[in-house]
């Protein structure tokens, strides 16, 4: 079946500029639940590195009382309309949003305009949210295959404030009090940084008149300070004593940033290398050929200003050079090689496939949809996205291969 160059029709966008910066977006969906949410470009690199984990704190501690809610009644008023509610922080944003019935989305926002705008920090219920941030760090101190992200972009980005982790450490939390919460949030909730989303189905006059009555007050400020991209990375290798059953093993190195012409493509050699598909080019090798490793994957992270690409996997110890032989020979065929159109092709399909998958889901759509607005000022078109990977050549795979998977820009990381 040939590879279609075009997706099917899409519903518009509609955009529109608060007077104090706010940006608004919304998609009409056929949906009768709507998701809702904020934006805000302020994440784990906007820290002072001995508040480390500061963003993520906010995010918490918002939920644990307002100037009109308390706790208890900030969960009853999306769970007594059946809606759910959520919240997430990243290097660069922190996320607040909403699903629930159409009908309800005035509540949502205006309960989501006062989550953000108007937060108090109320000493008791901080201190007990506290230490459910220190059962997650542990939880995640507990868990290699997740430790070890955070352990490589510290590596990859050392001495970068994108090297910190999101969750801050116990001793840095321990210092955070509500004078420097209030403080962060006055330094990087800056309008002009925030994006209200909304999708669903509902009329755009509906939409556009709810974020102008909840979002409208807030106050205008320029953010007062420059993100600066993280300098030139140079290769690296490090070994730390985890003492896991099996070895764990990162490597990668820095990549494109988000809107890079060559974005997709990347993407794509991902997808081929060691996407969620079970015959990428490195499960098959590791896995089913060899059966060296029950999992092997690799993953893009585009930021605002750079990025990164990594391979992860674990295996025996006995094991250990094989994997790494075999990795490495996988970087050198792609490198050295042009796909056939029919496997390119393939790889192709299975890439666009994931992306309608991921498209179609509401509550994936709305956050990326959010995050294009955040730094572009627009959500481009799922026709122009699907048309840029169904027209990728070999060619271009091979020329973006040899440039990220050279040797200078892959460090590894060994749990041992």
Known sequence: MP???????????????????????????????????????????????????????????VFKGTEKHSA???????????????????????????????????????????????????????????????????????????????????????????????????????????????????????????????????????????????????????????????ANMHNNSISYRKHTHQIHVMLGGRAYPLGHEKQLQLYLLQQILGGGSLNSMLNLRLREQNGLVYNIECSYTPLSDCGYWAVYYATEKEHAEQCEELVAATFRFIKDKQLSSSRLDRYKQQLLGQMAIAADNQENAALSMAKQMLYFSSSPLWQQTYSIVAQTTARQLQDVANEILQESNISTLYYR
């Open 72 to 230: 208890r009644e900030i969960i009853n008023k999306i769970e007594d309309i059946g809606g759910e509610i959520n919240a997430y922080t990243t290097k660069e944003e922190t996320t607040f949003y909403a699903a629930t019935l159409a009908n309800h989305i005035e509540r949502v926002t205006a309960l989501l305009a006062d989550l953000v705008f108007h937060p108090v920090f109320p000493e008791k219920e901080t201190t007990k949210e506290l230490n459910v941030i220190f059962d997650e760090i542990e939880t995640y101190n507990d868990s290699p295959s997740e430790l070890i992200f955070d352990d490589f972009e510290n590596l990859v980005f050392d001495p970068h404030p994108l090297r910190m982790p999101v969750l801050g450490t116990k001793k840095s939390l321990r210092h955070i009090r509500k004078s420097d919460a209030k403080a962060f949030m006055q330094r990087c909730y800056n309008p002009e940084h925030i994006v209200y989303f909304c999708t669903g189905n509902l009329e755009w006059k509906t939409v556009k008149r709810v974020a102008e009555r909840h979002l409208s007050e807030v106050p205008y400020k320029s953010r007062q300070y420059t993100r600066y991209a993280p």
């Open 3 to 61: 590879l279609s160059k075009s997706a099917p029709e899409q519903k518009p966008t509609f955009y529109h500029t608060l007077p104090n910066g706010i940006r608004i977006v919304f998609r009409p969906t056929p949906s009768p639940v709507a998701y809702a949410g904020i934006m805000v470009g302020a994440g784990t690199r906007d820290e002072e590195e001995q508040l480390s984990g500061m963003a993520h704190y906010i995010e918490h501690c």
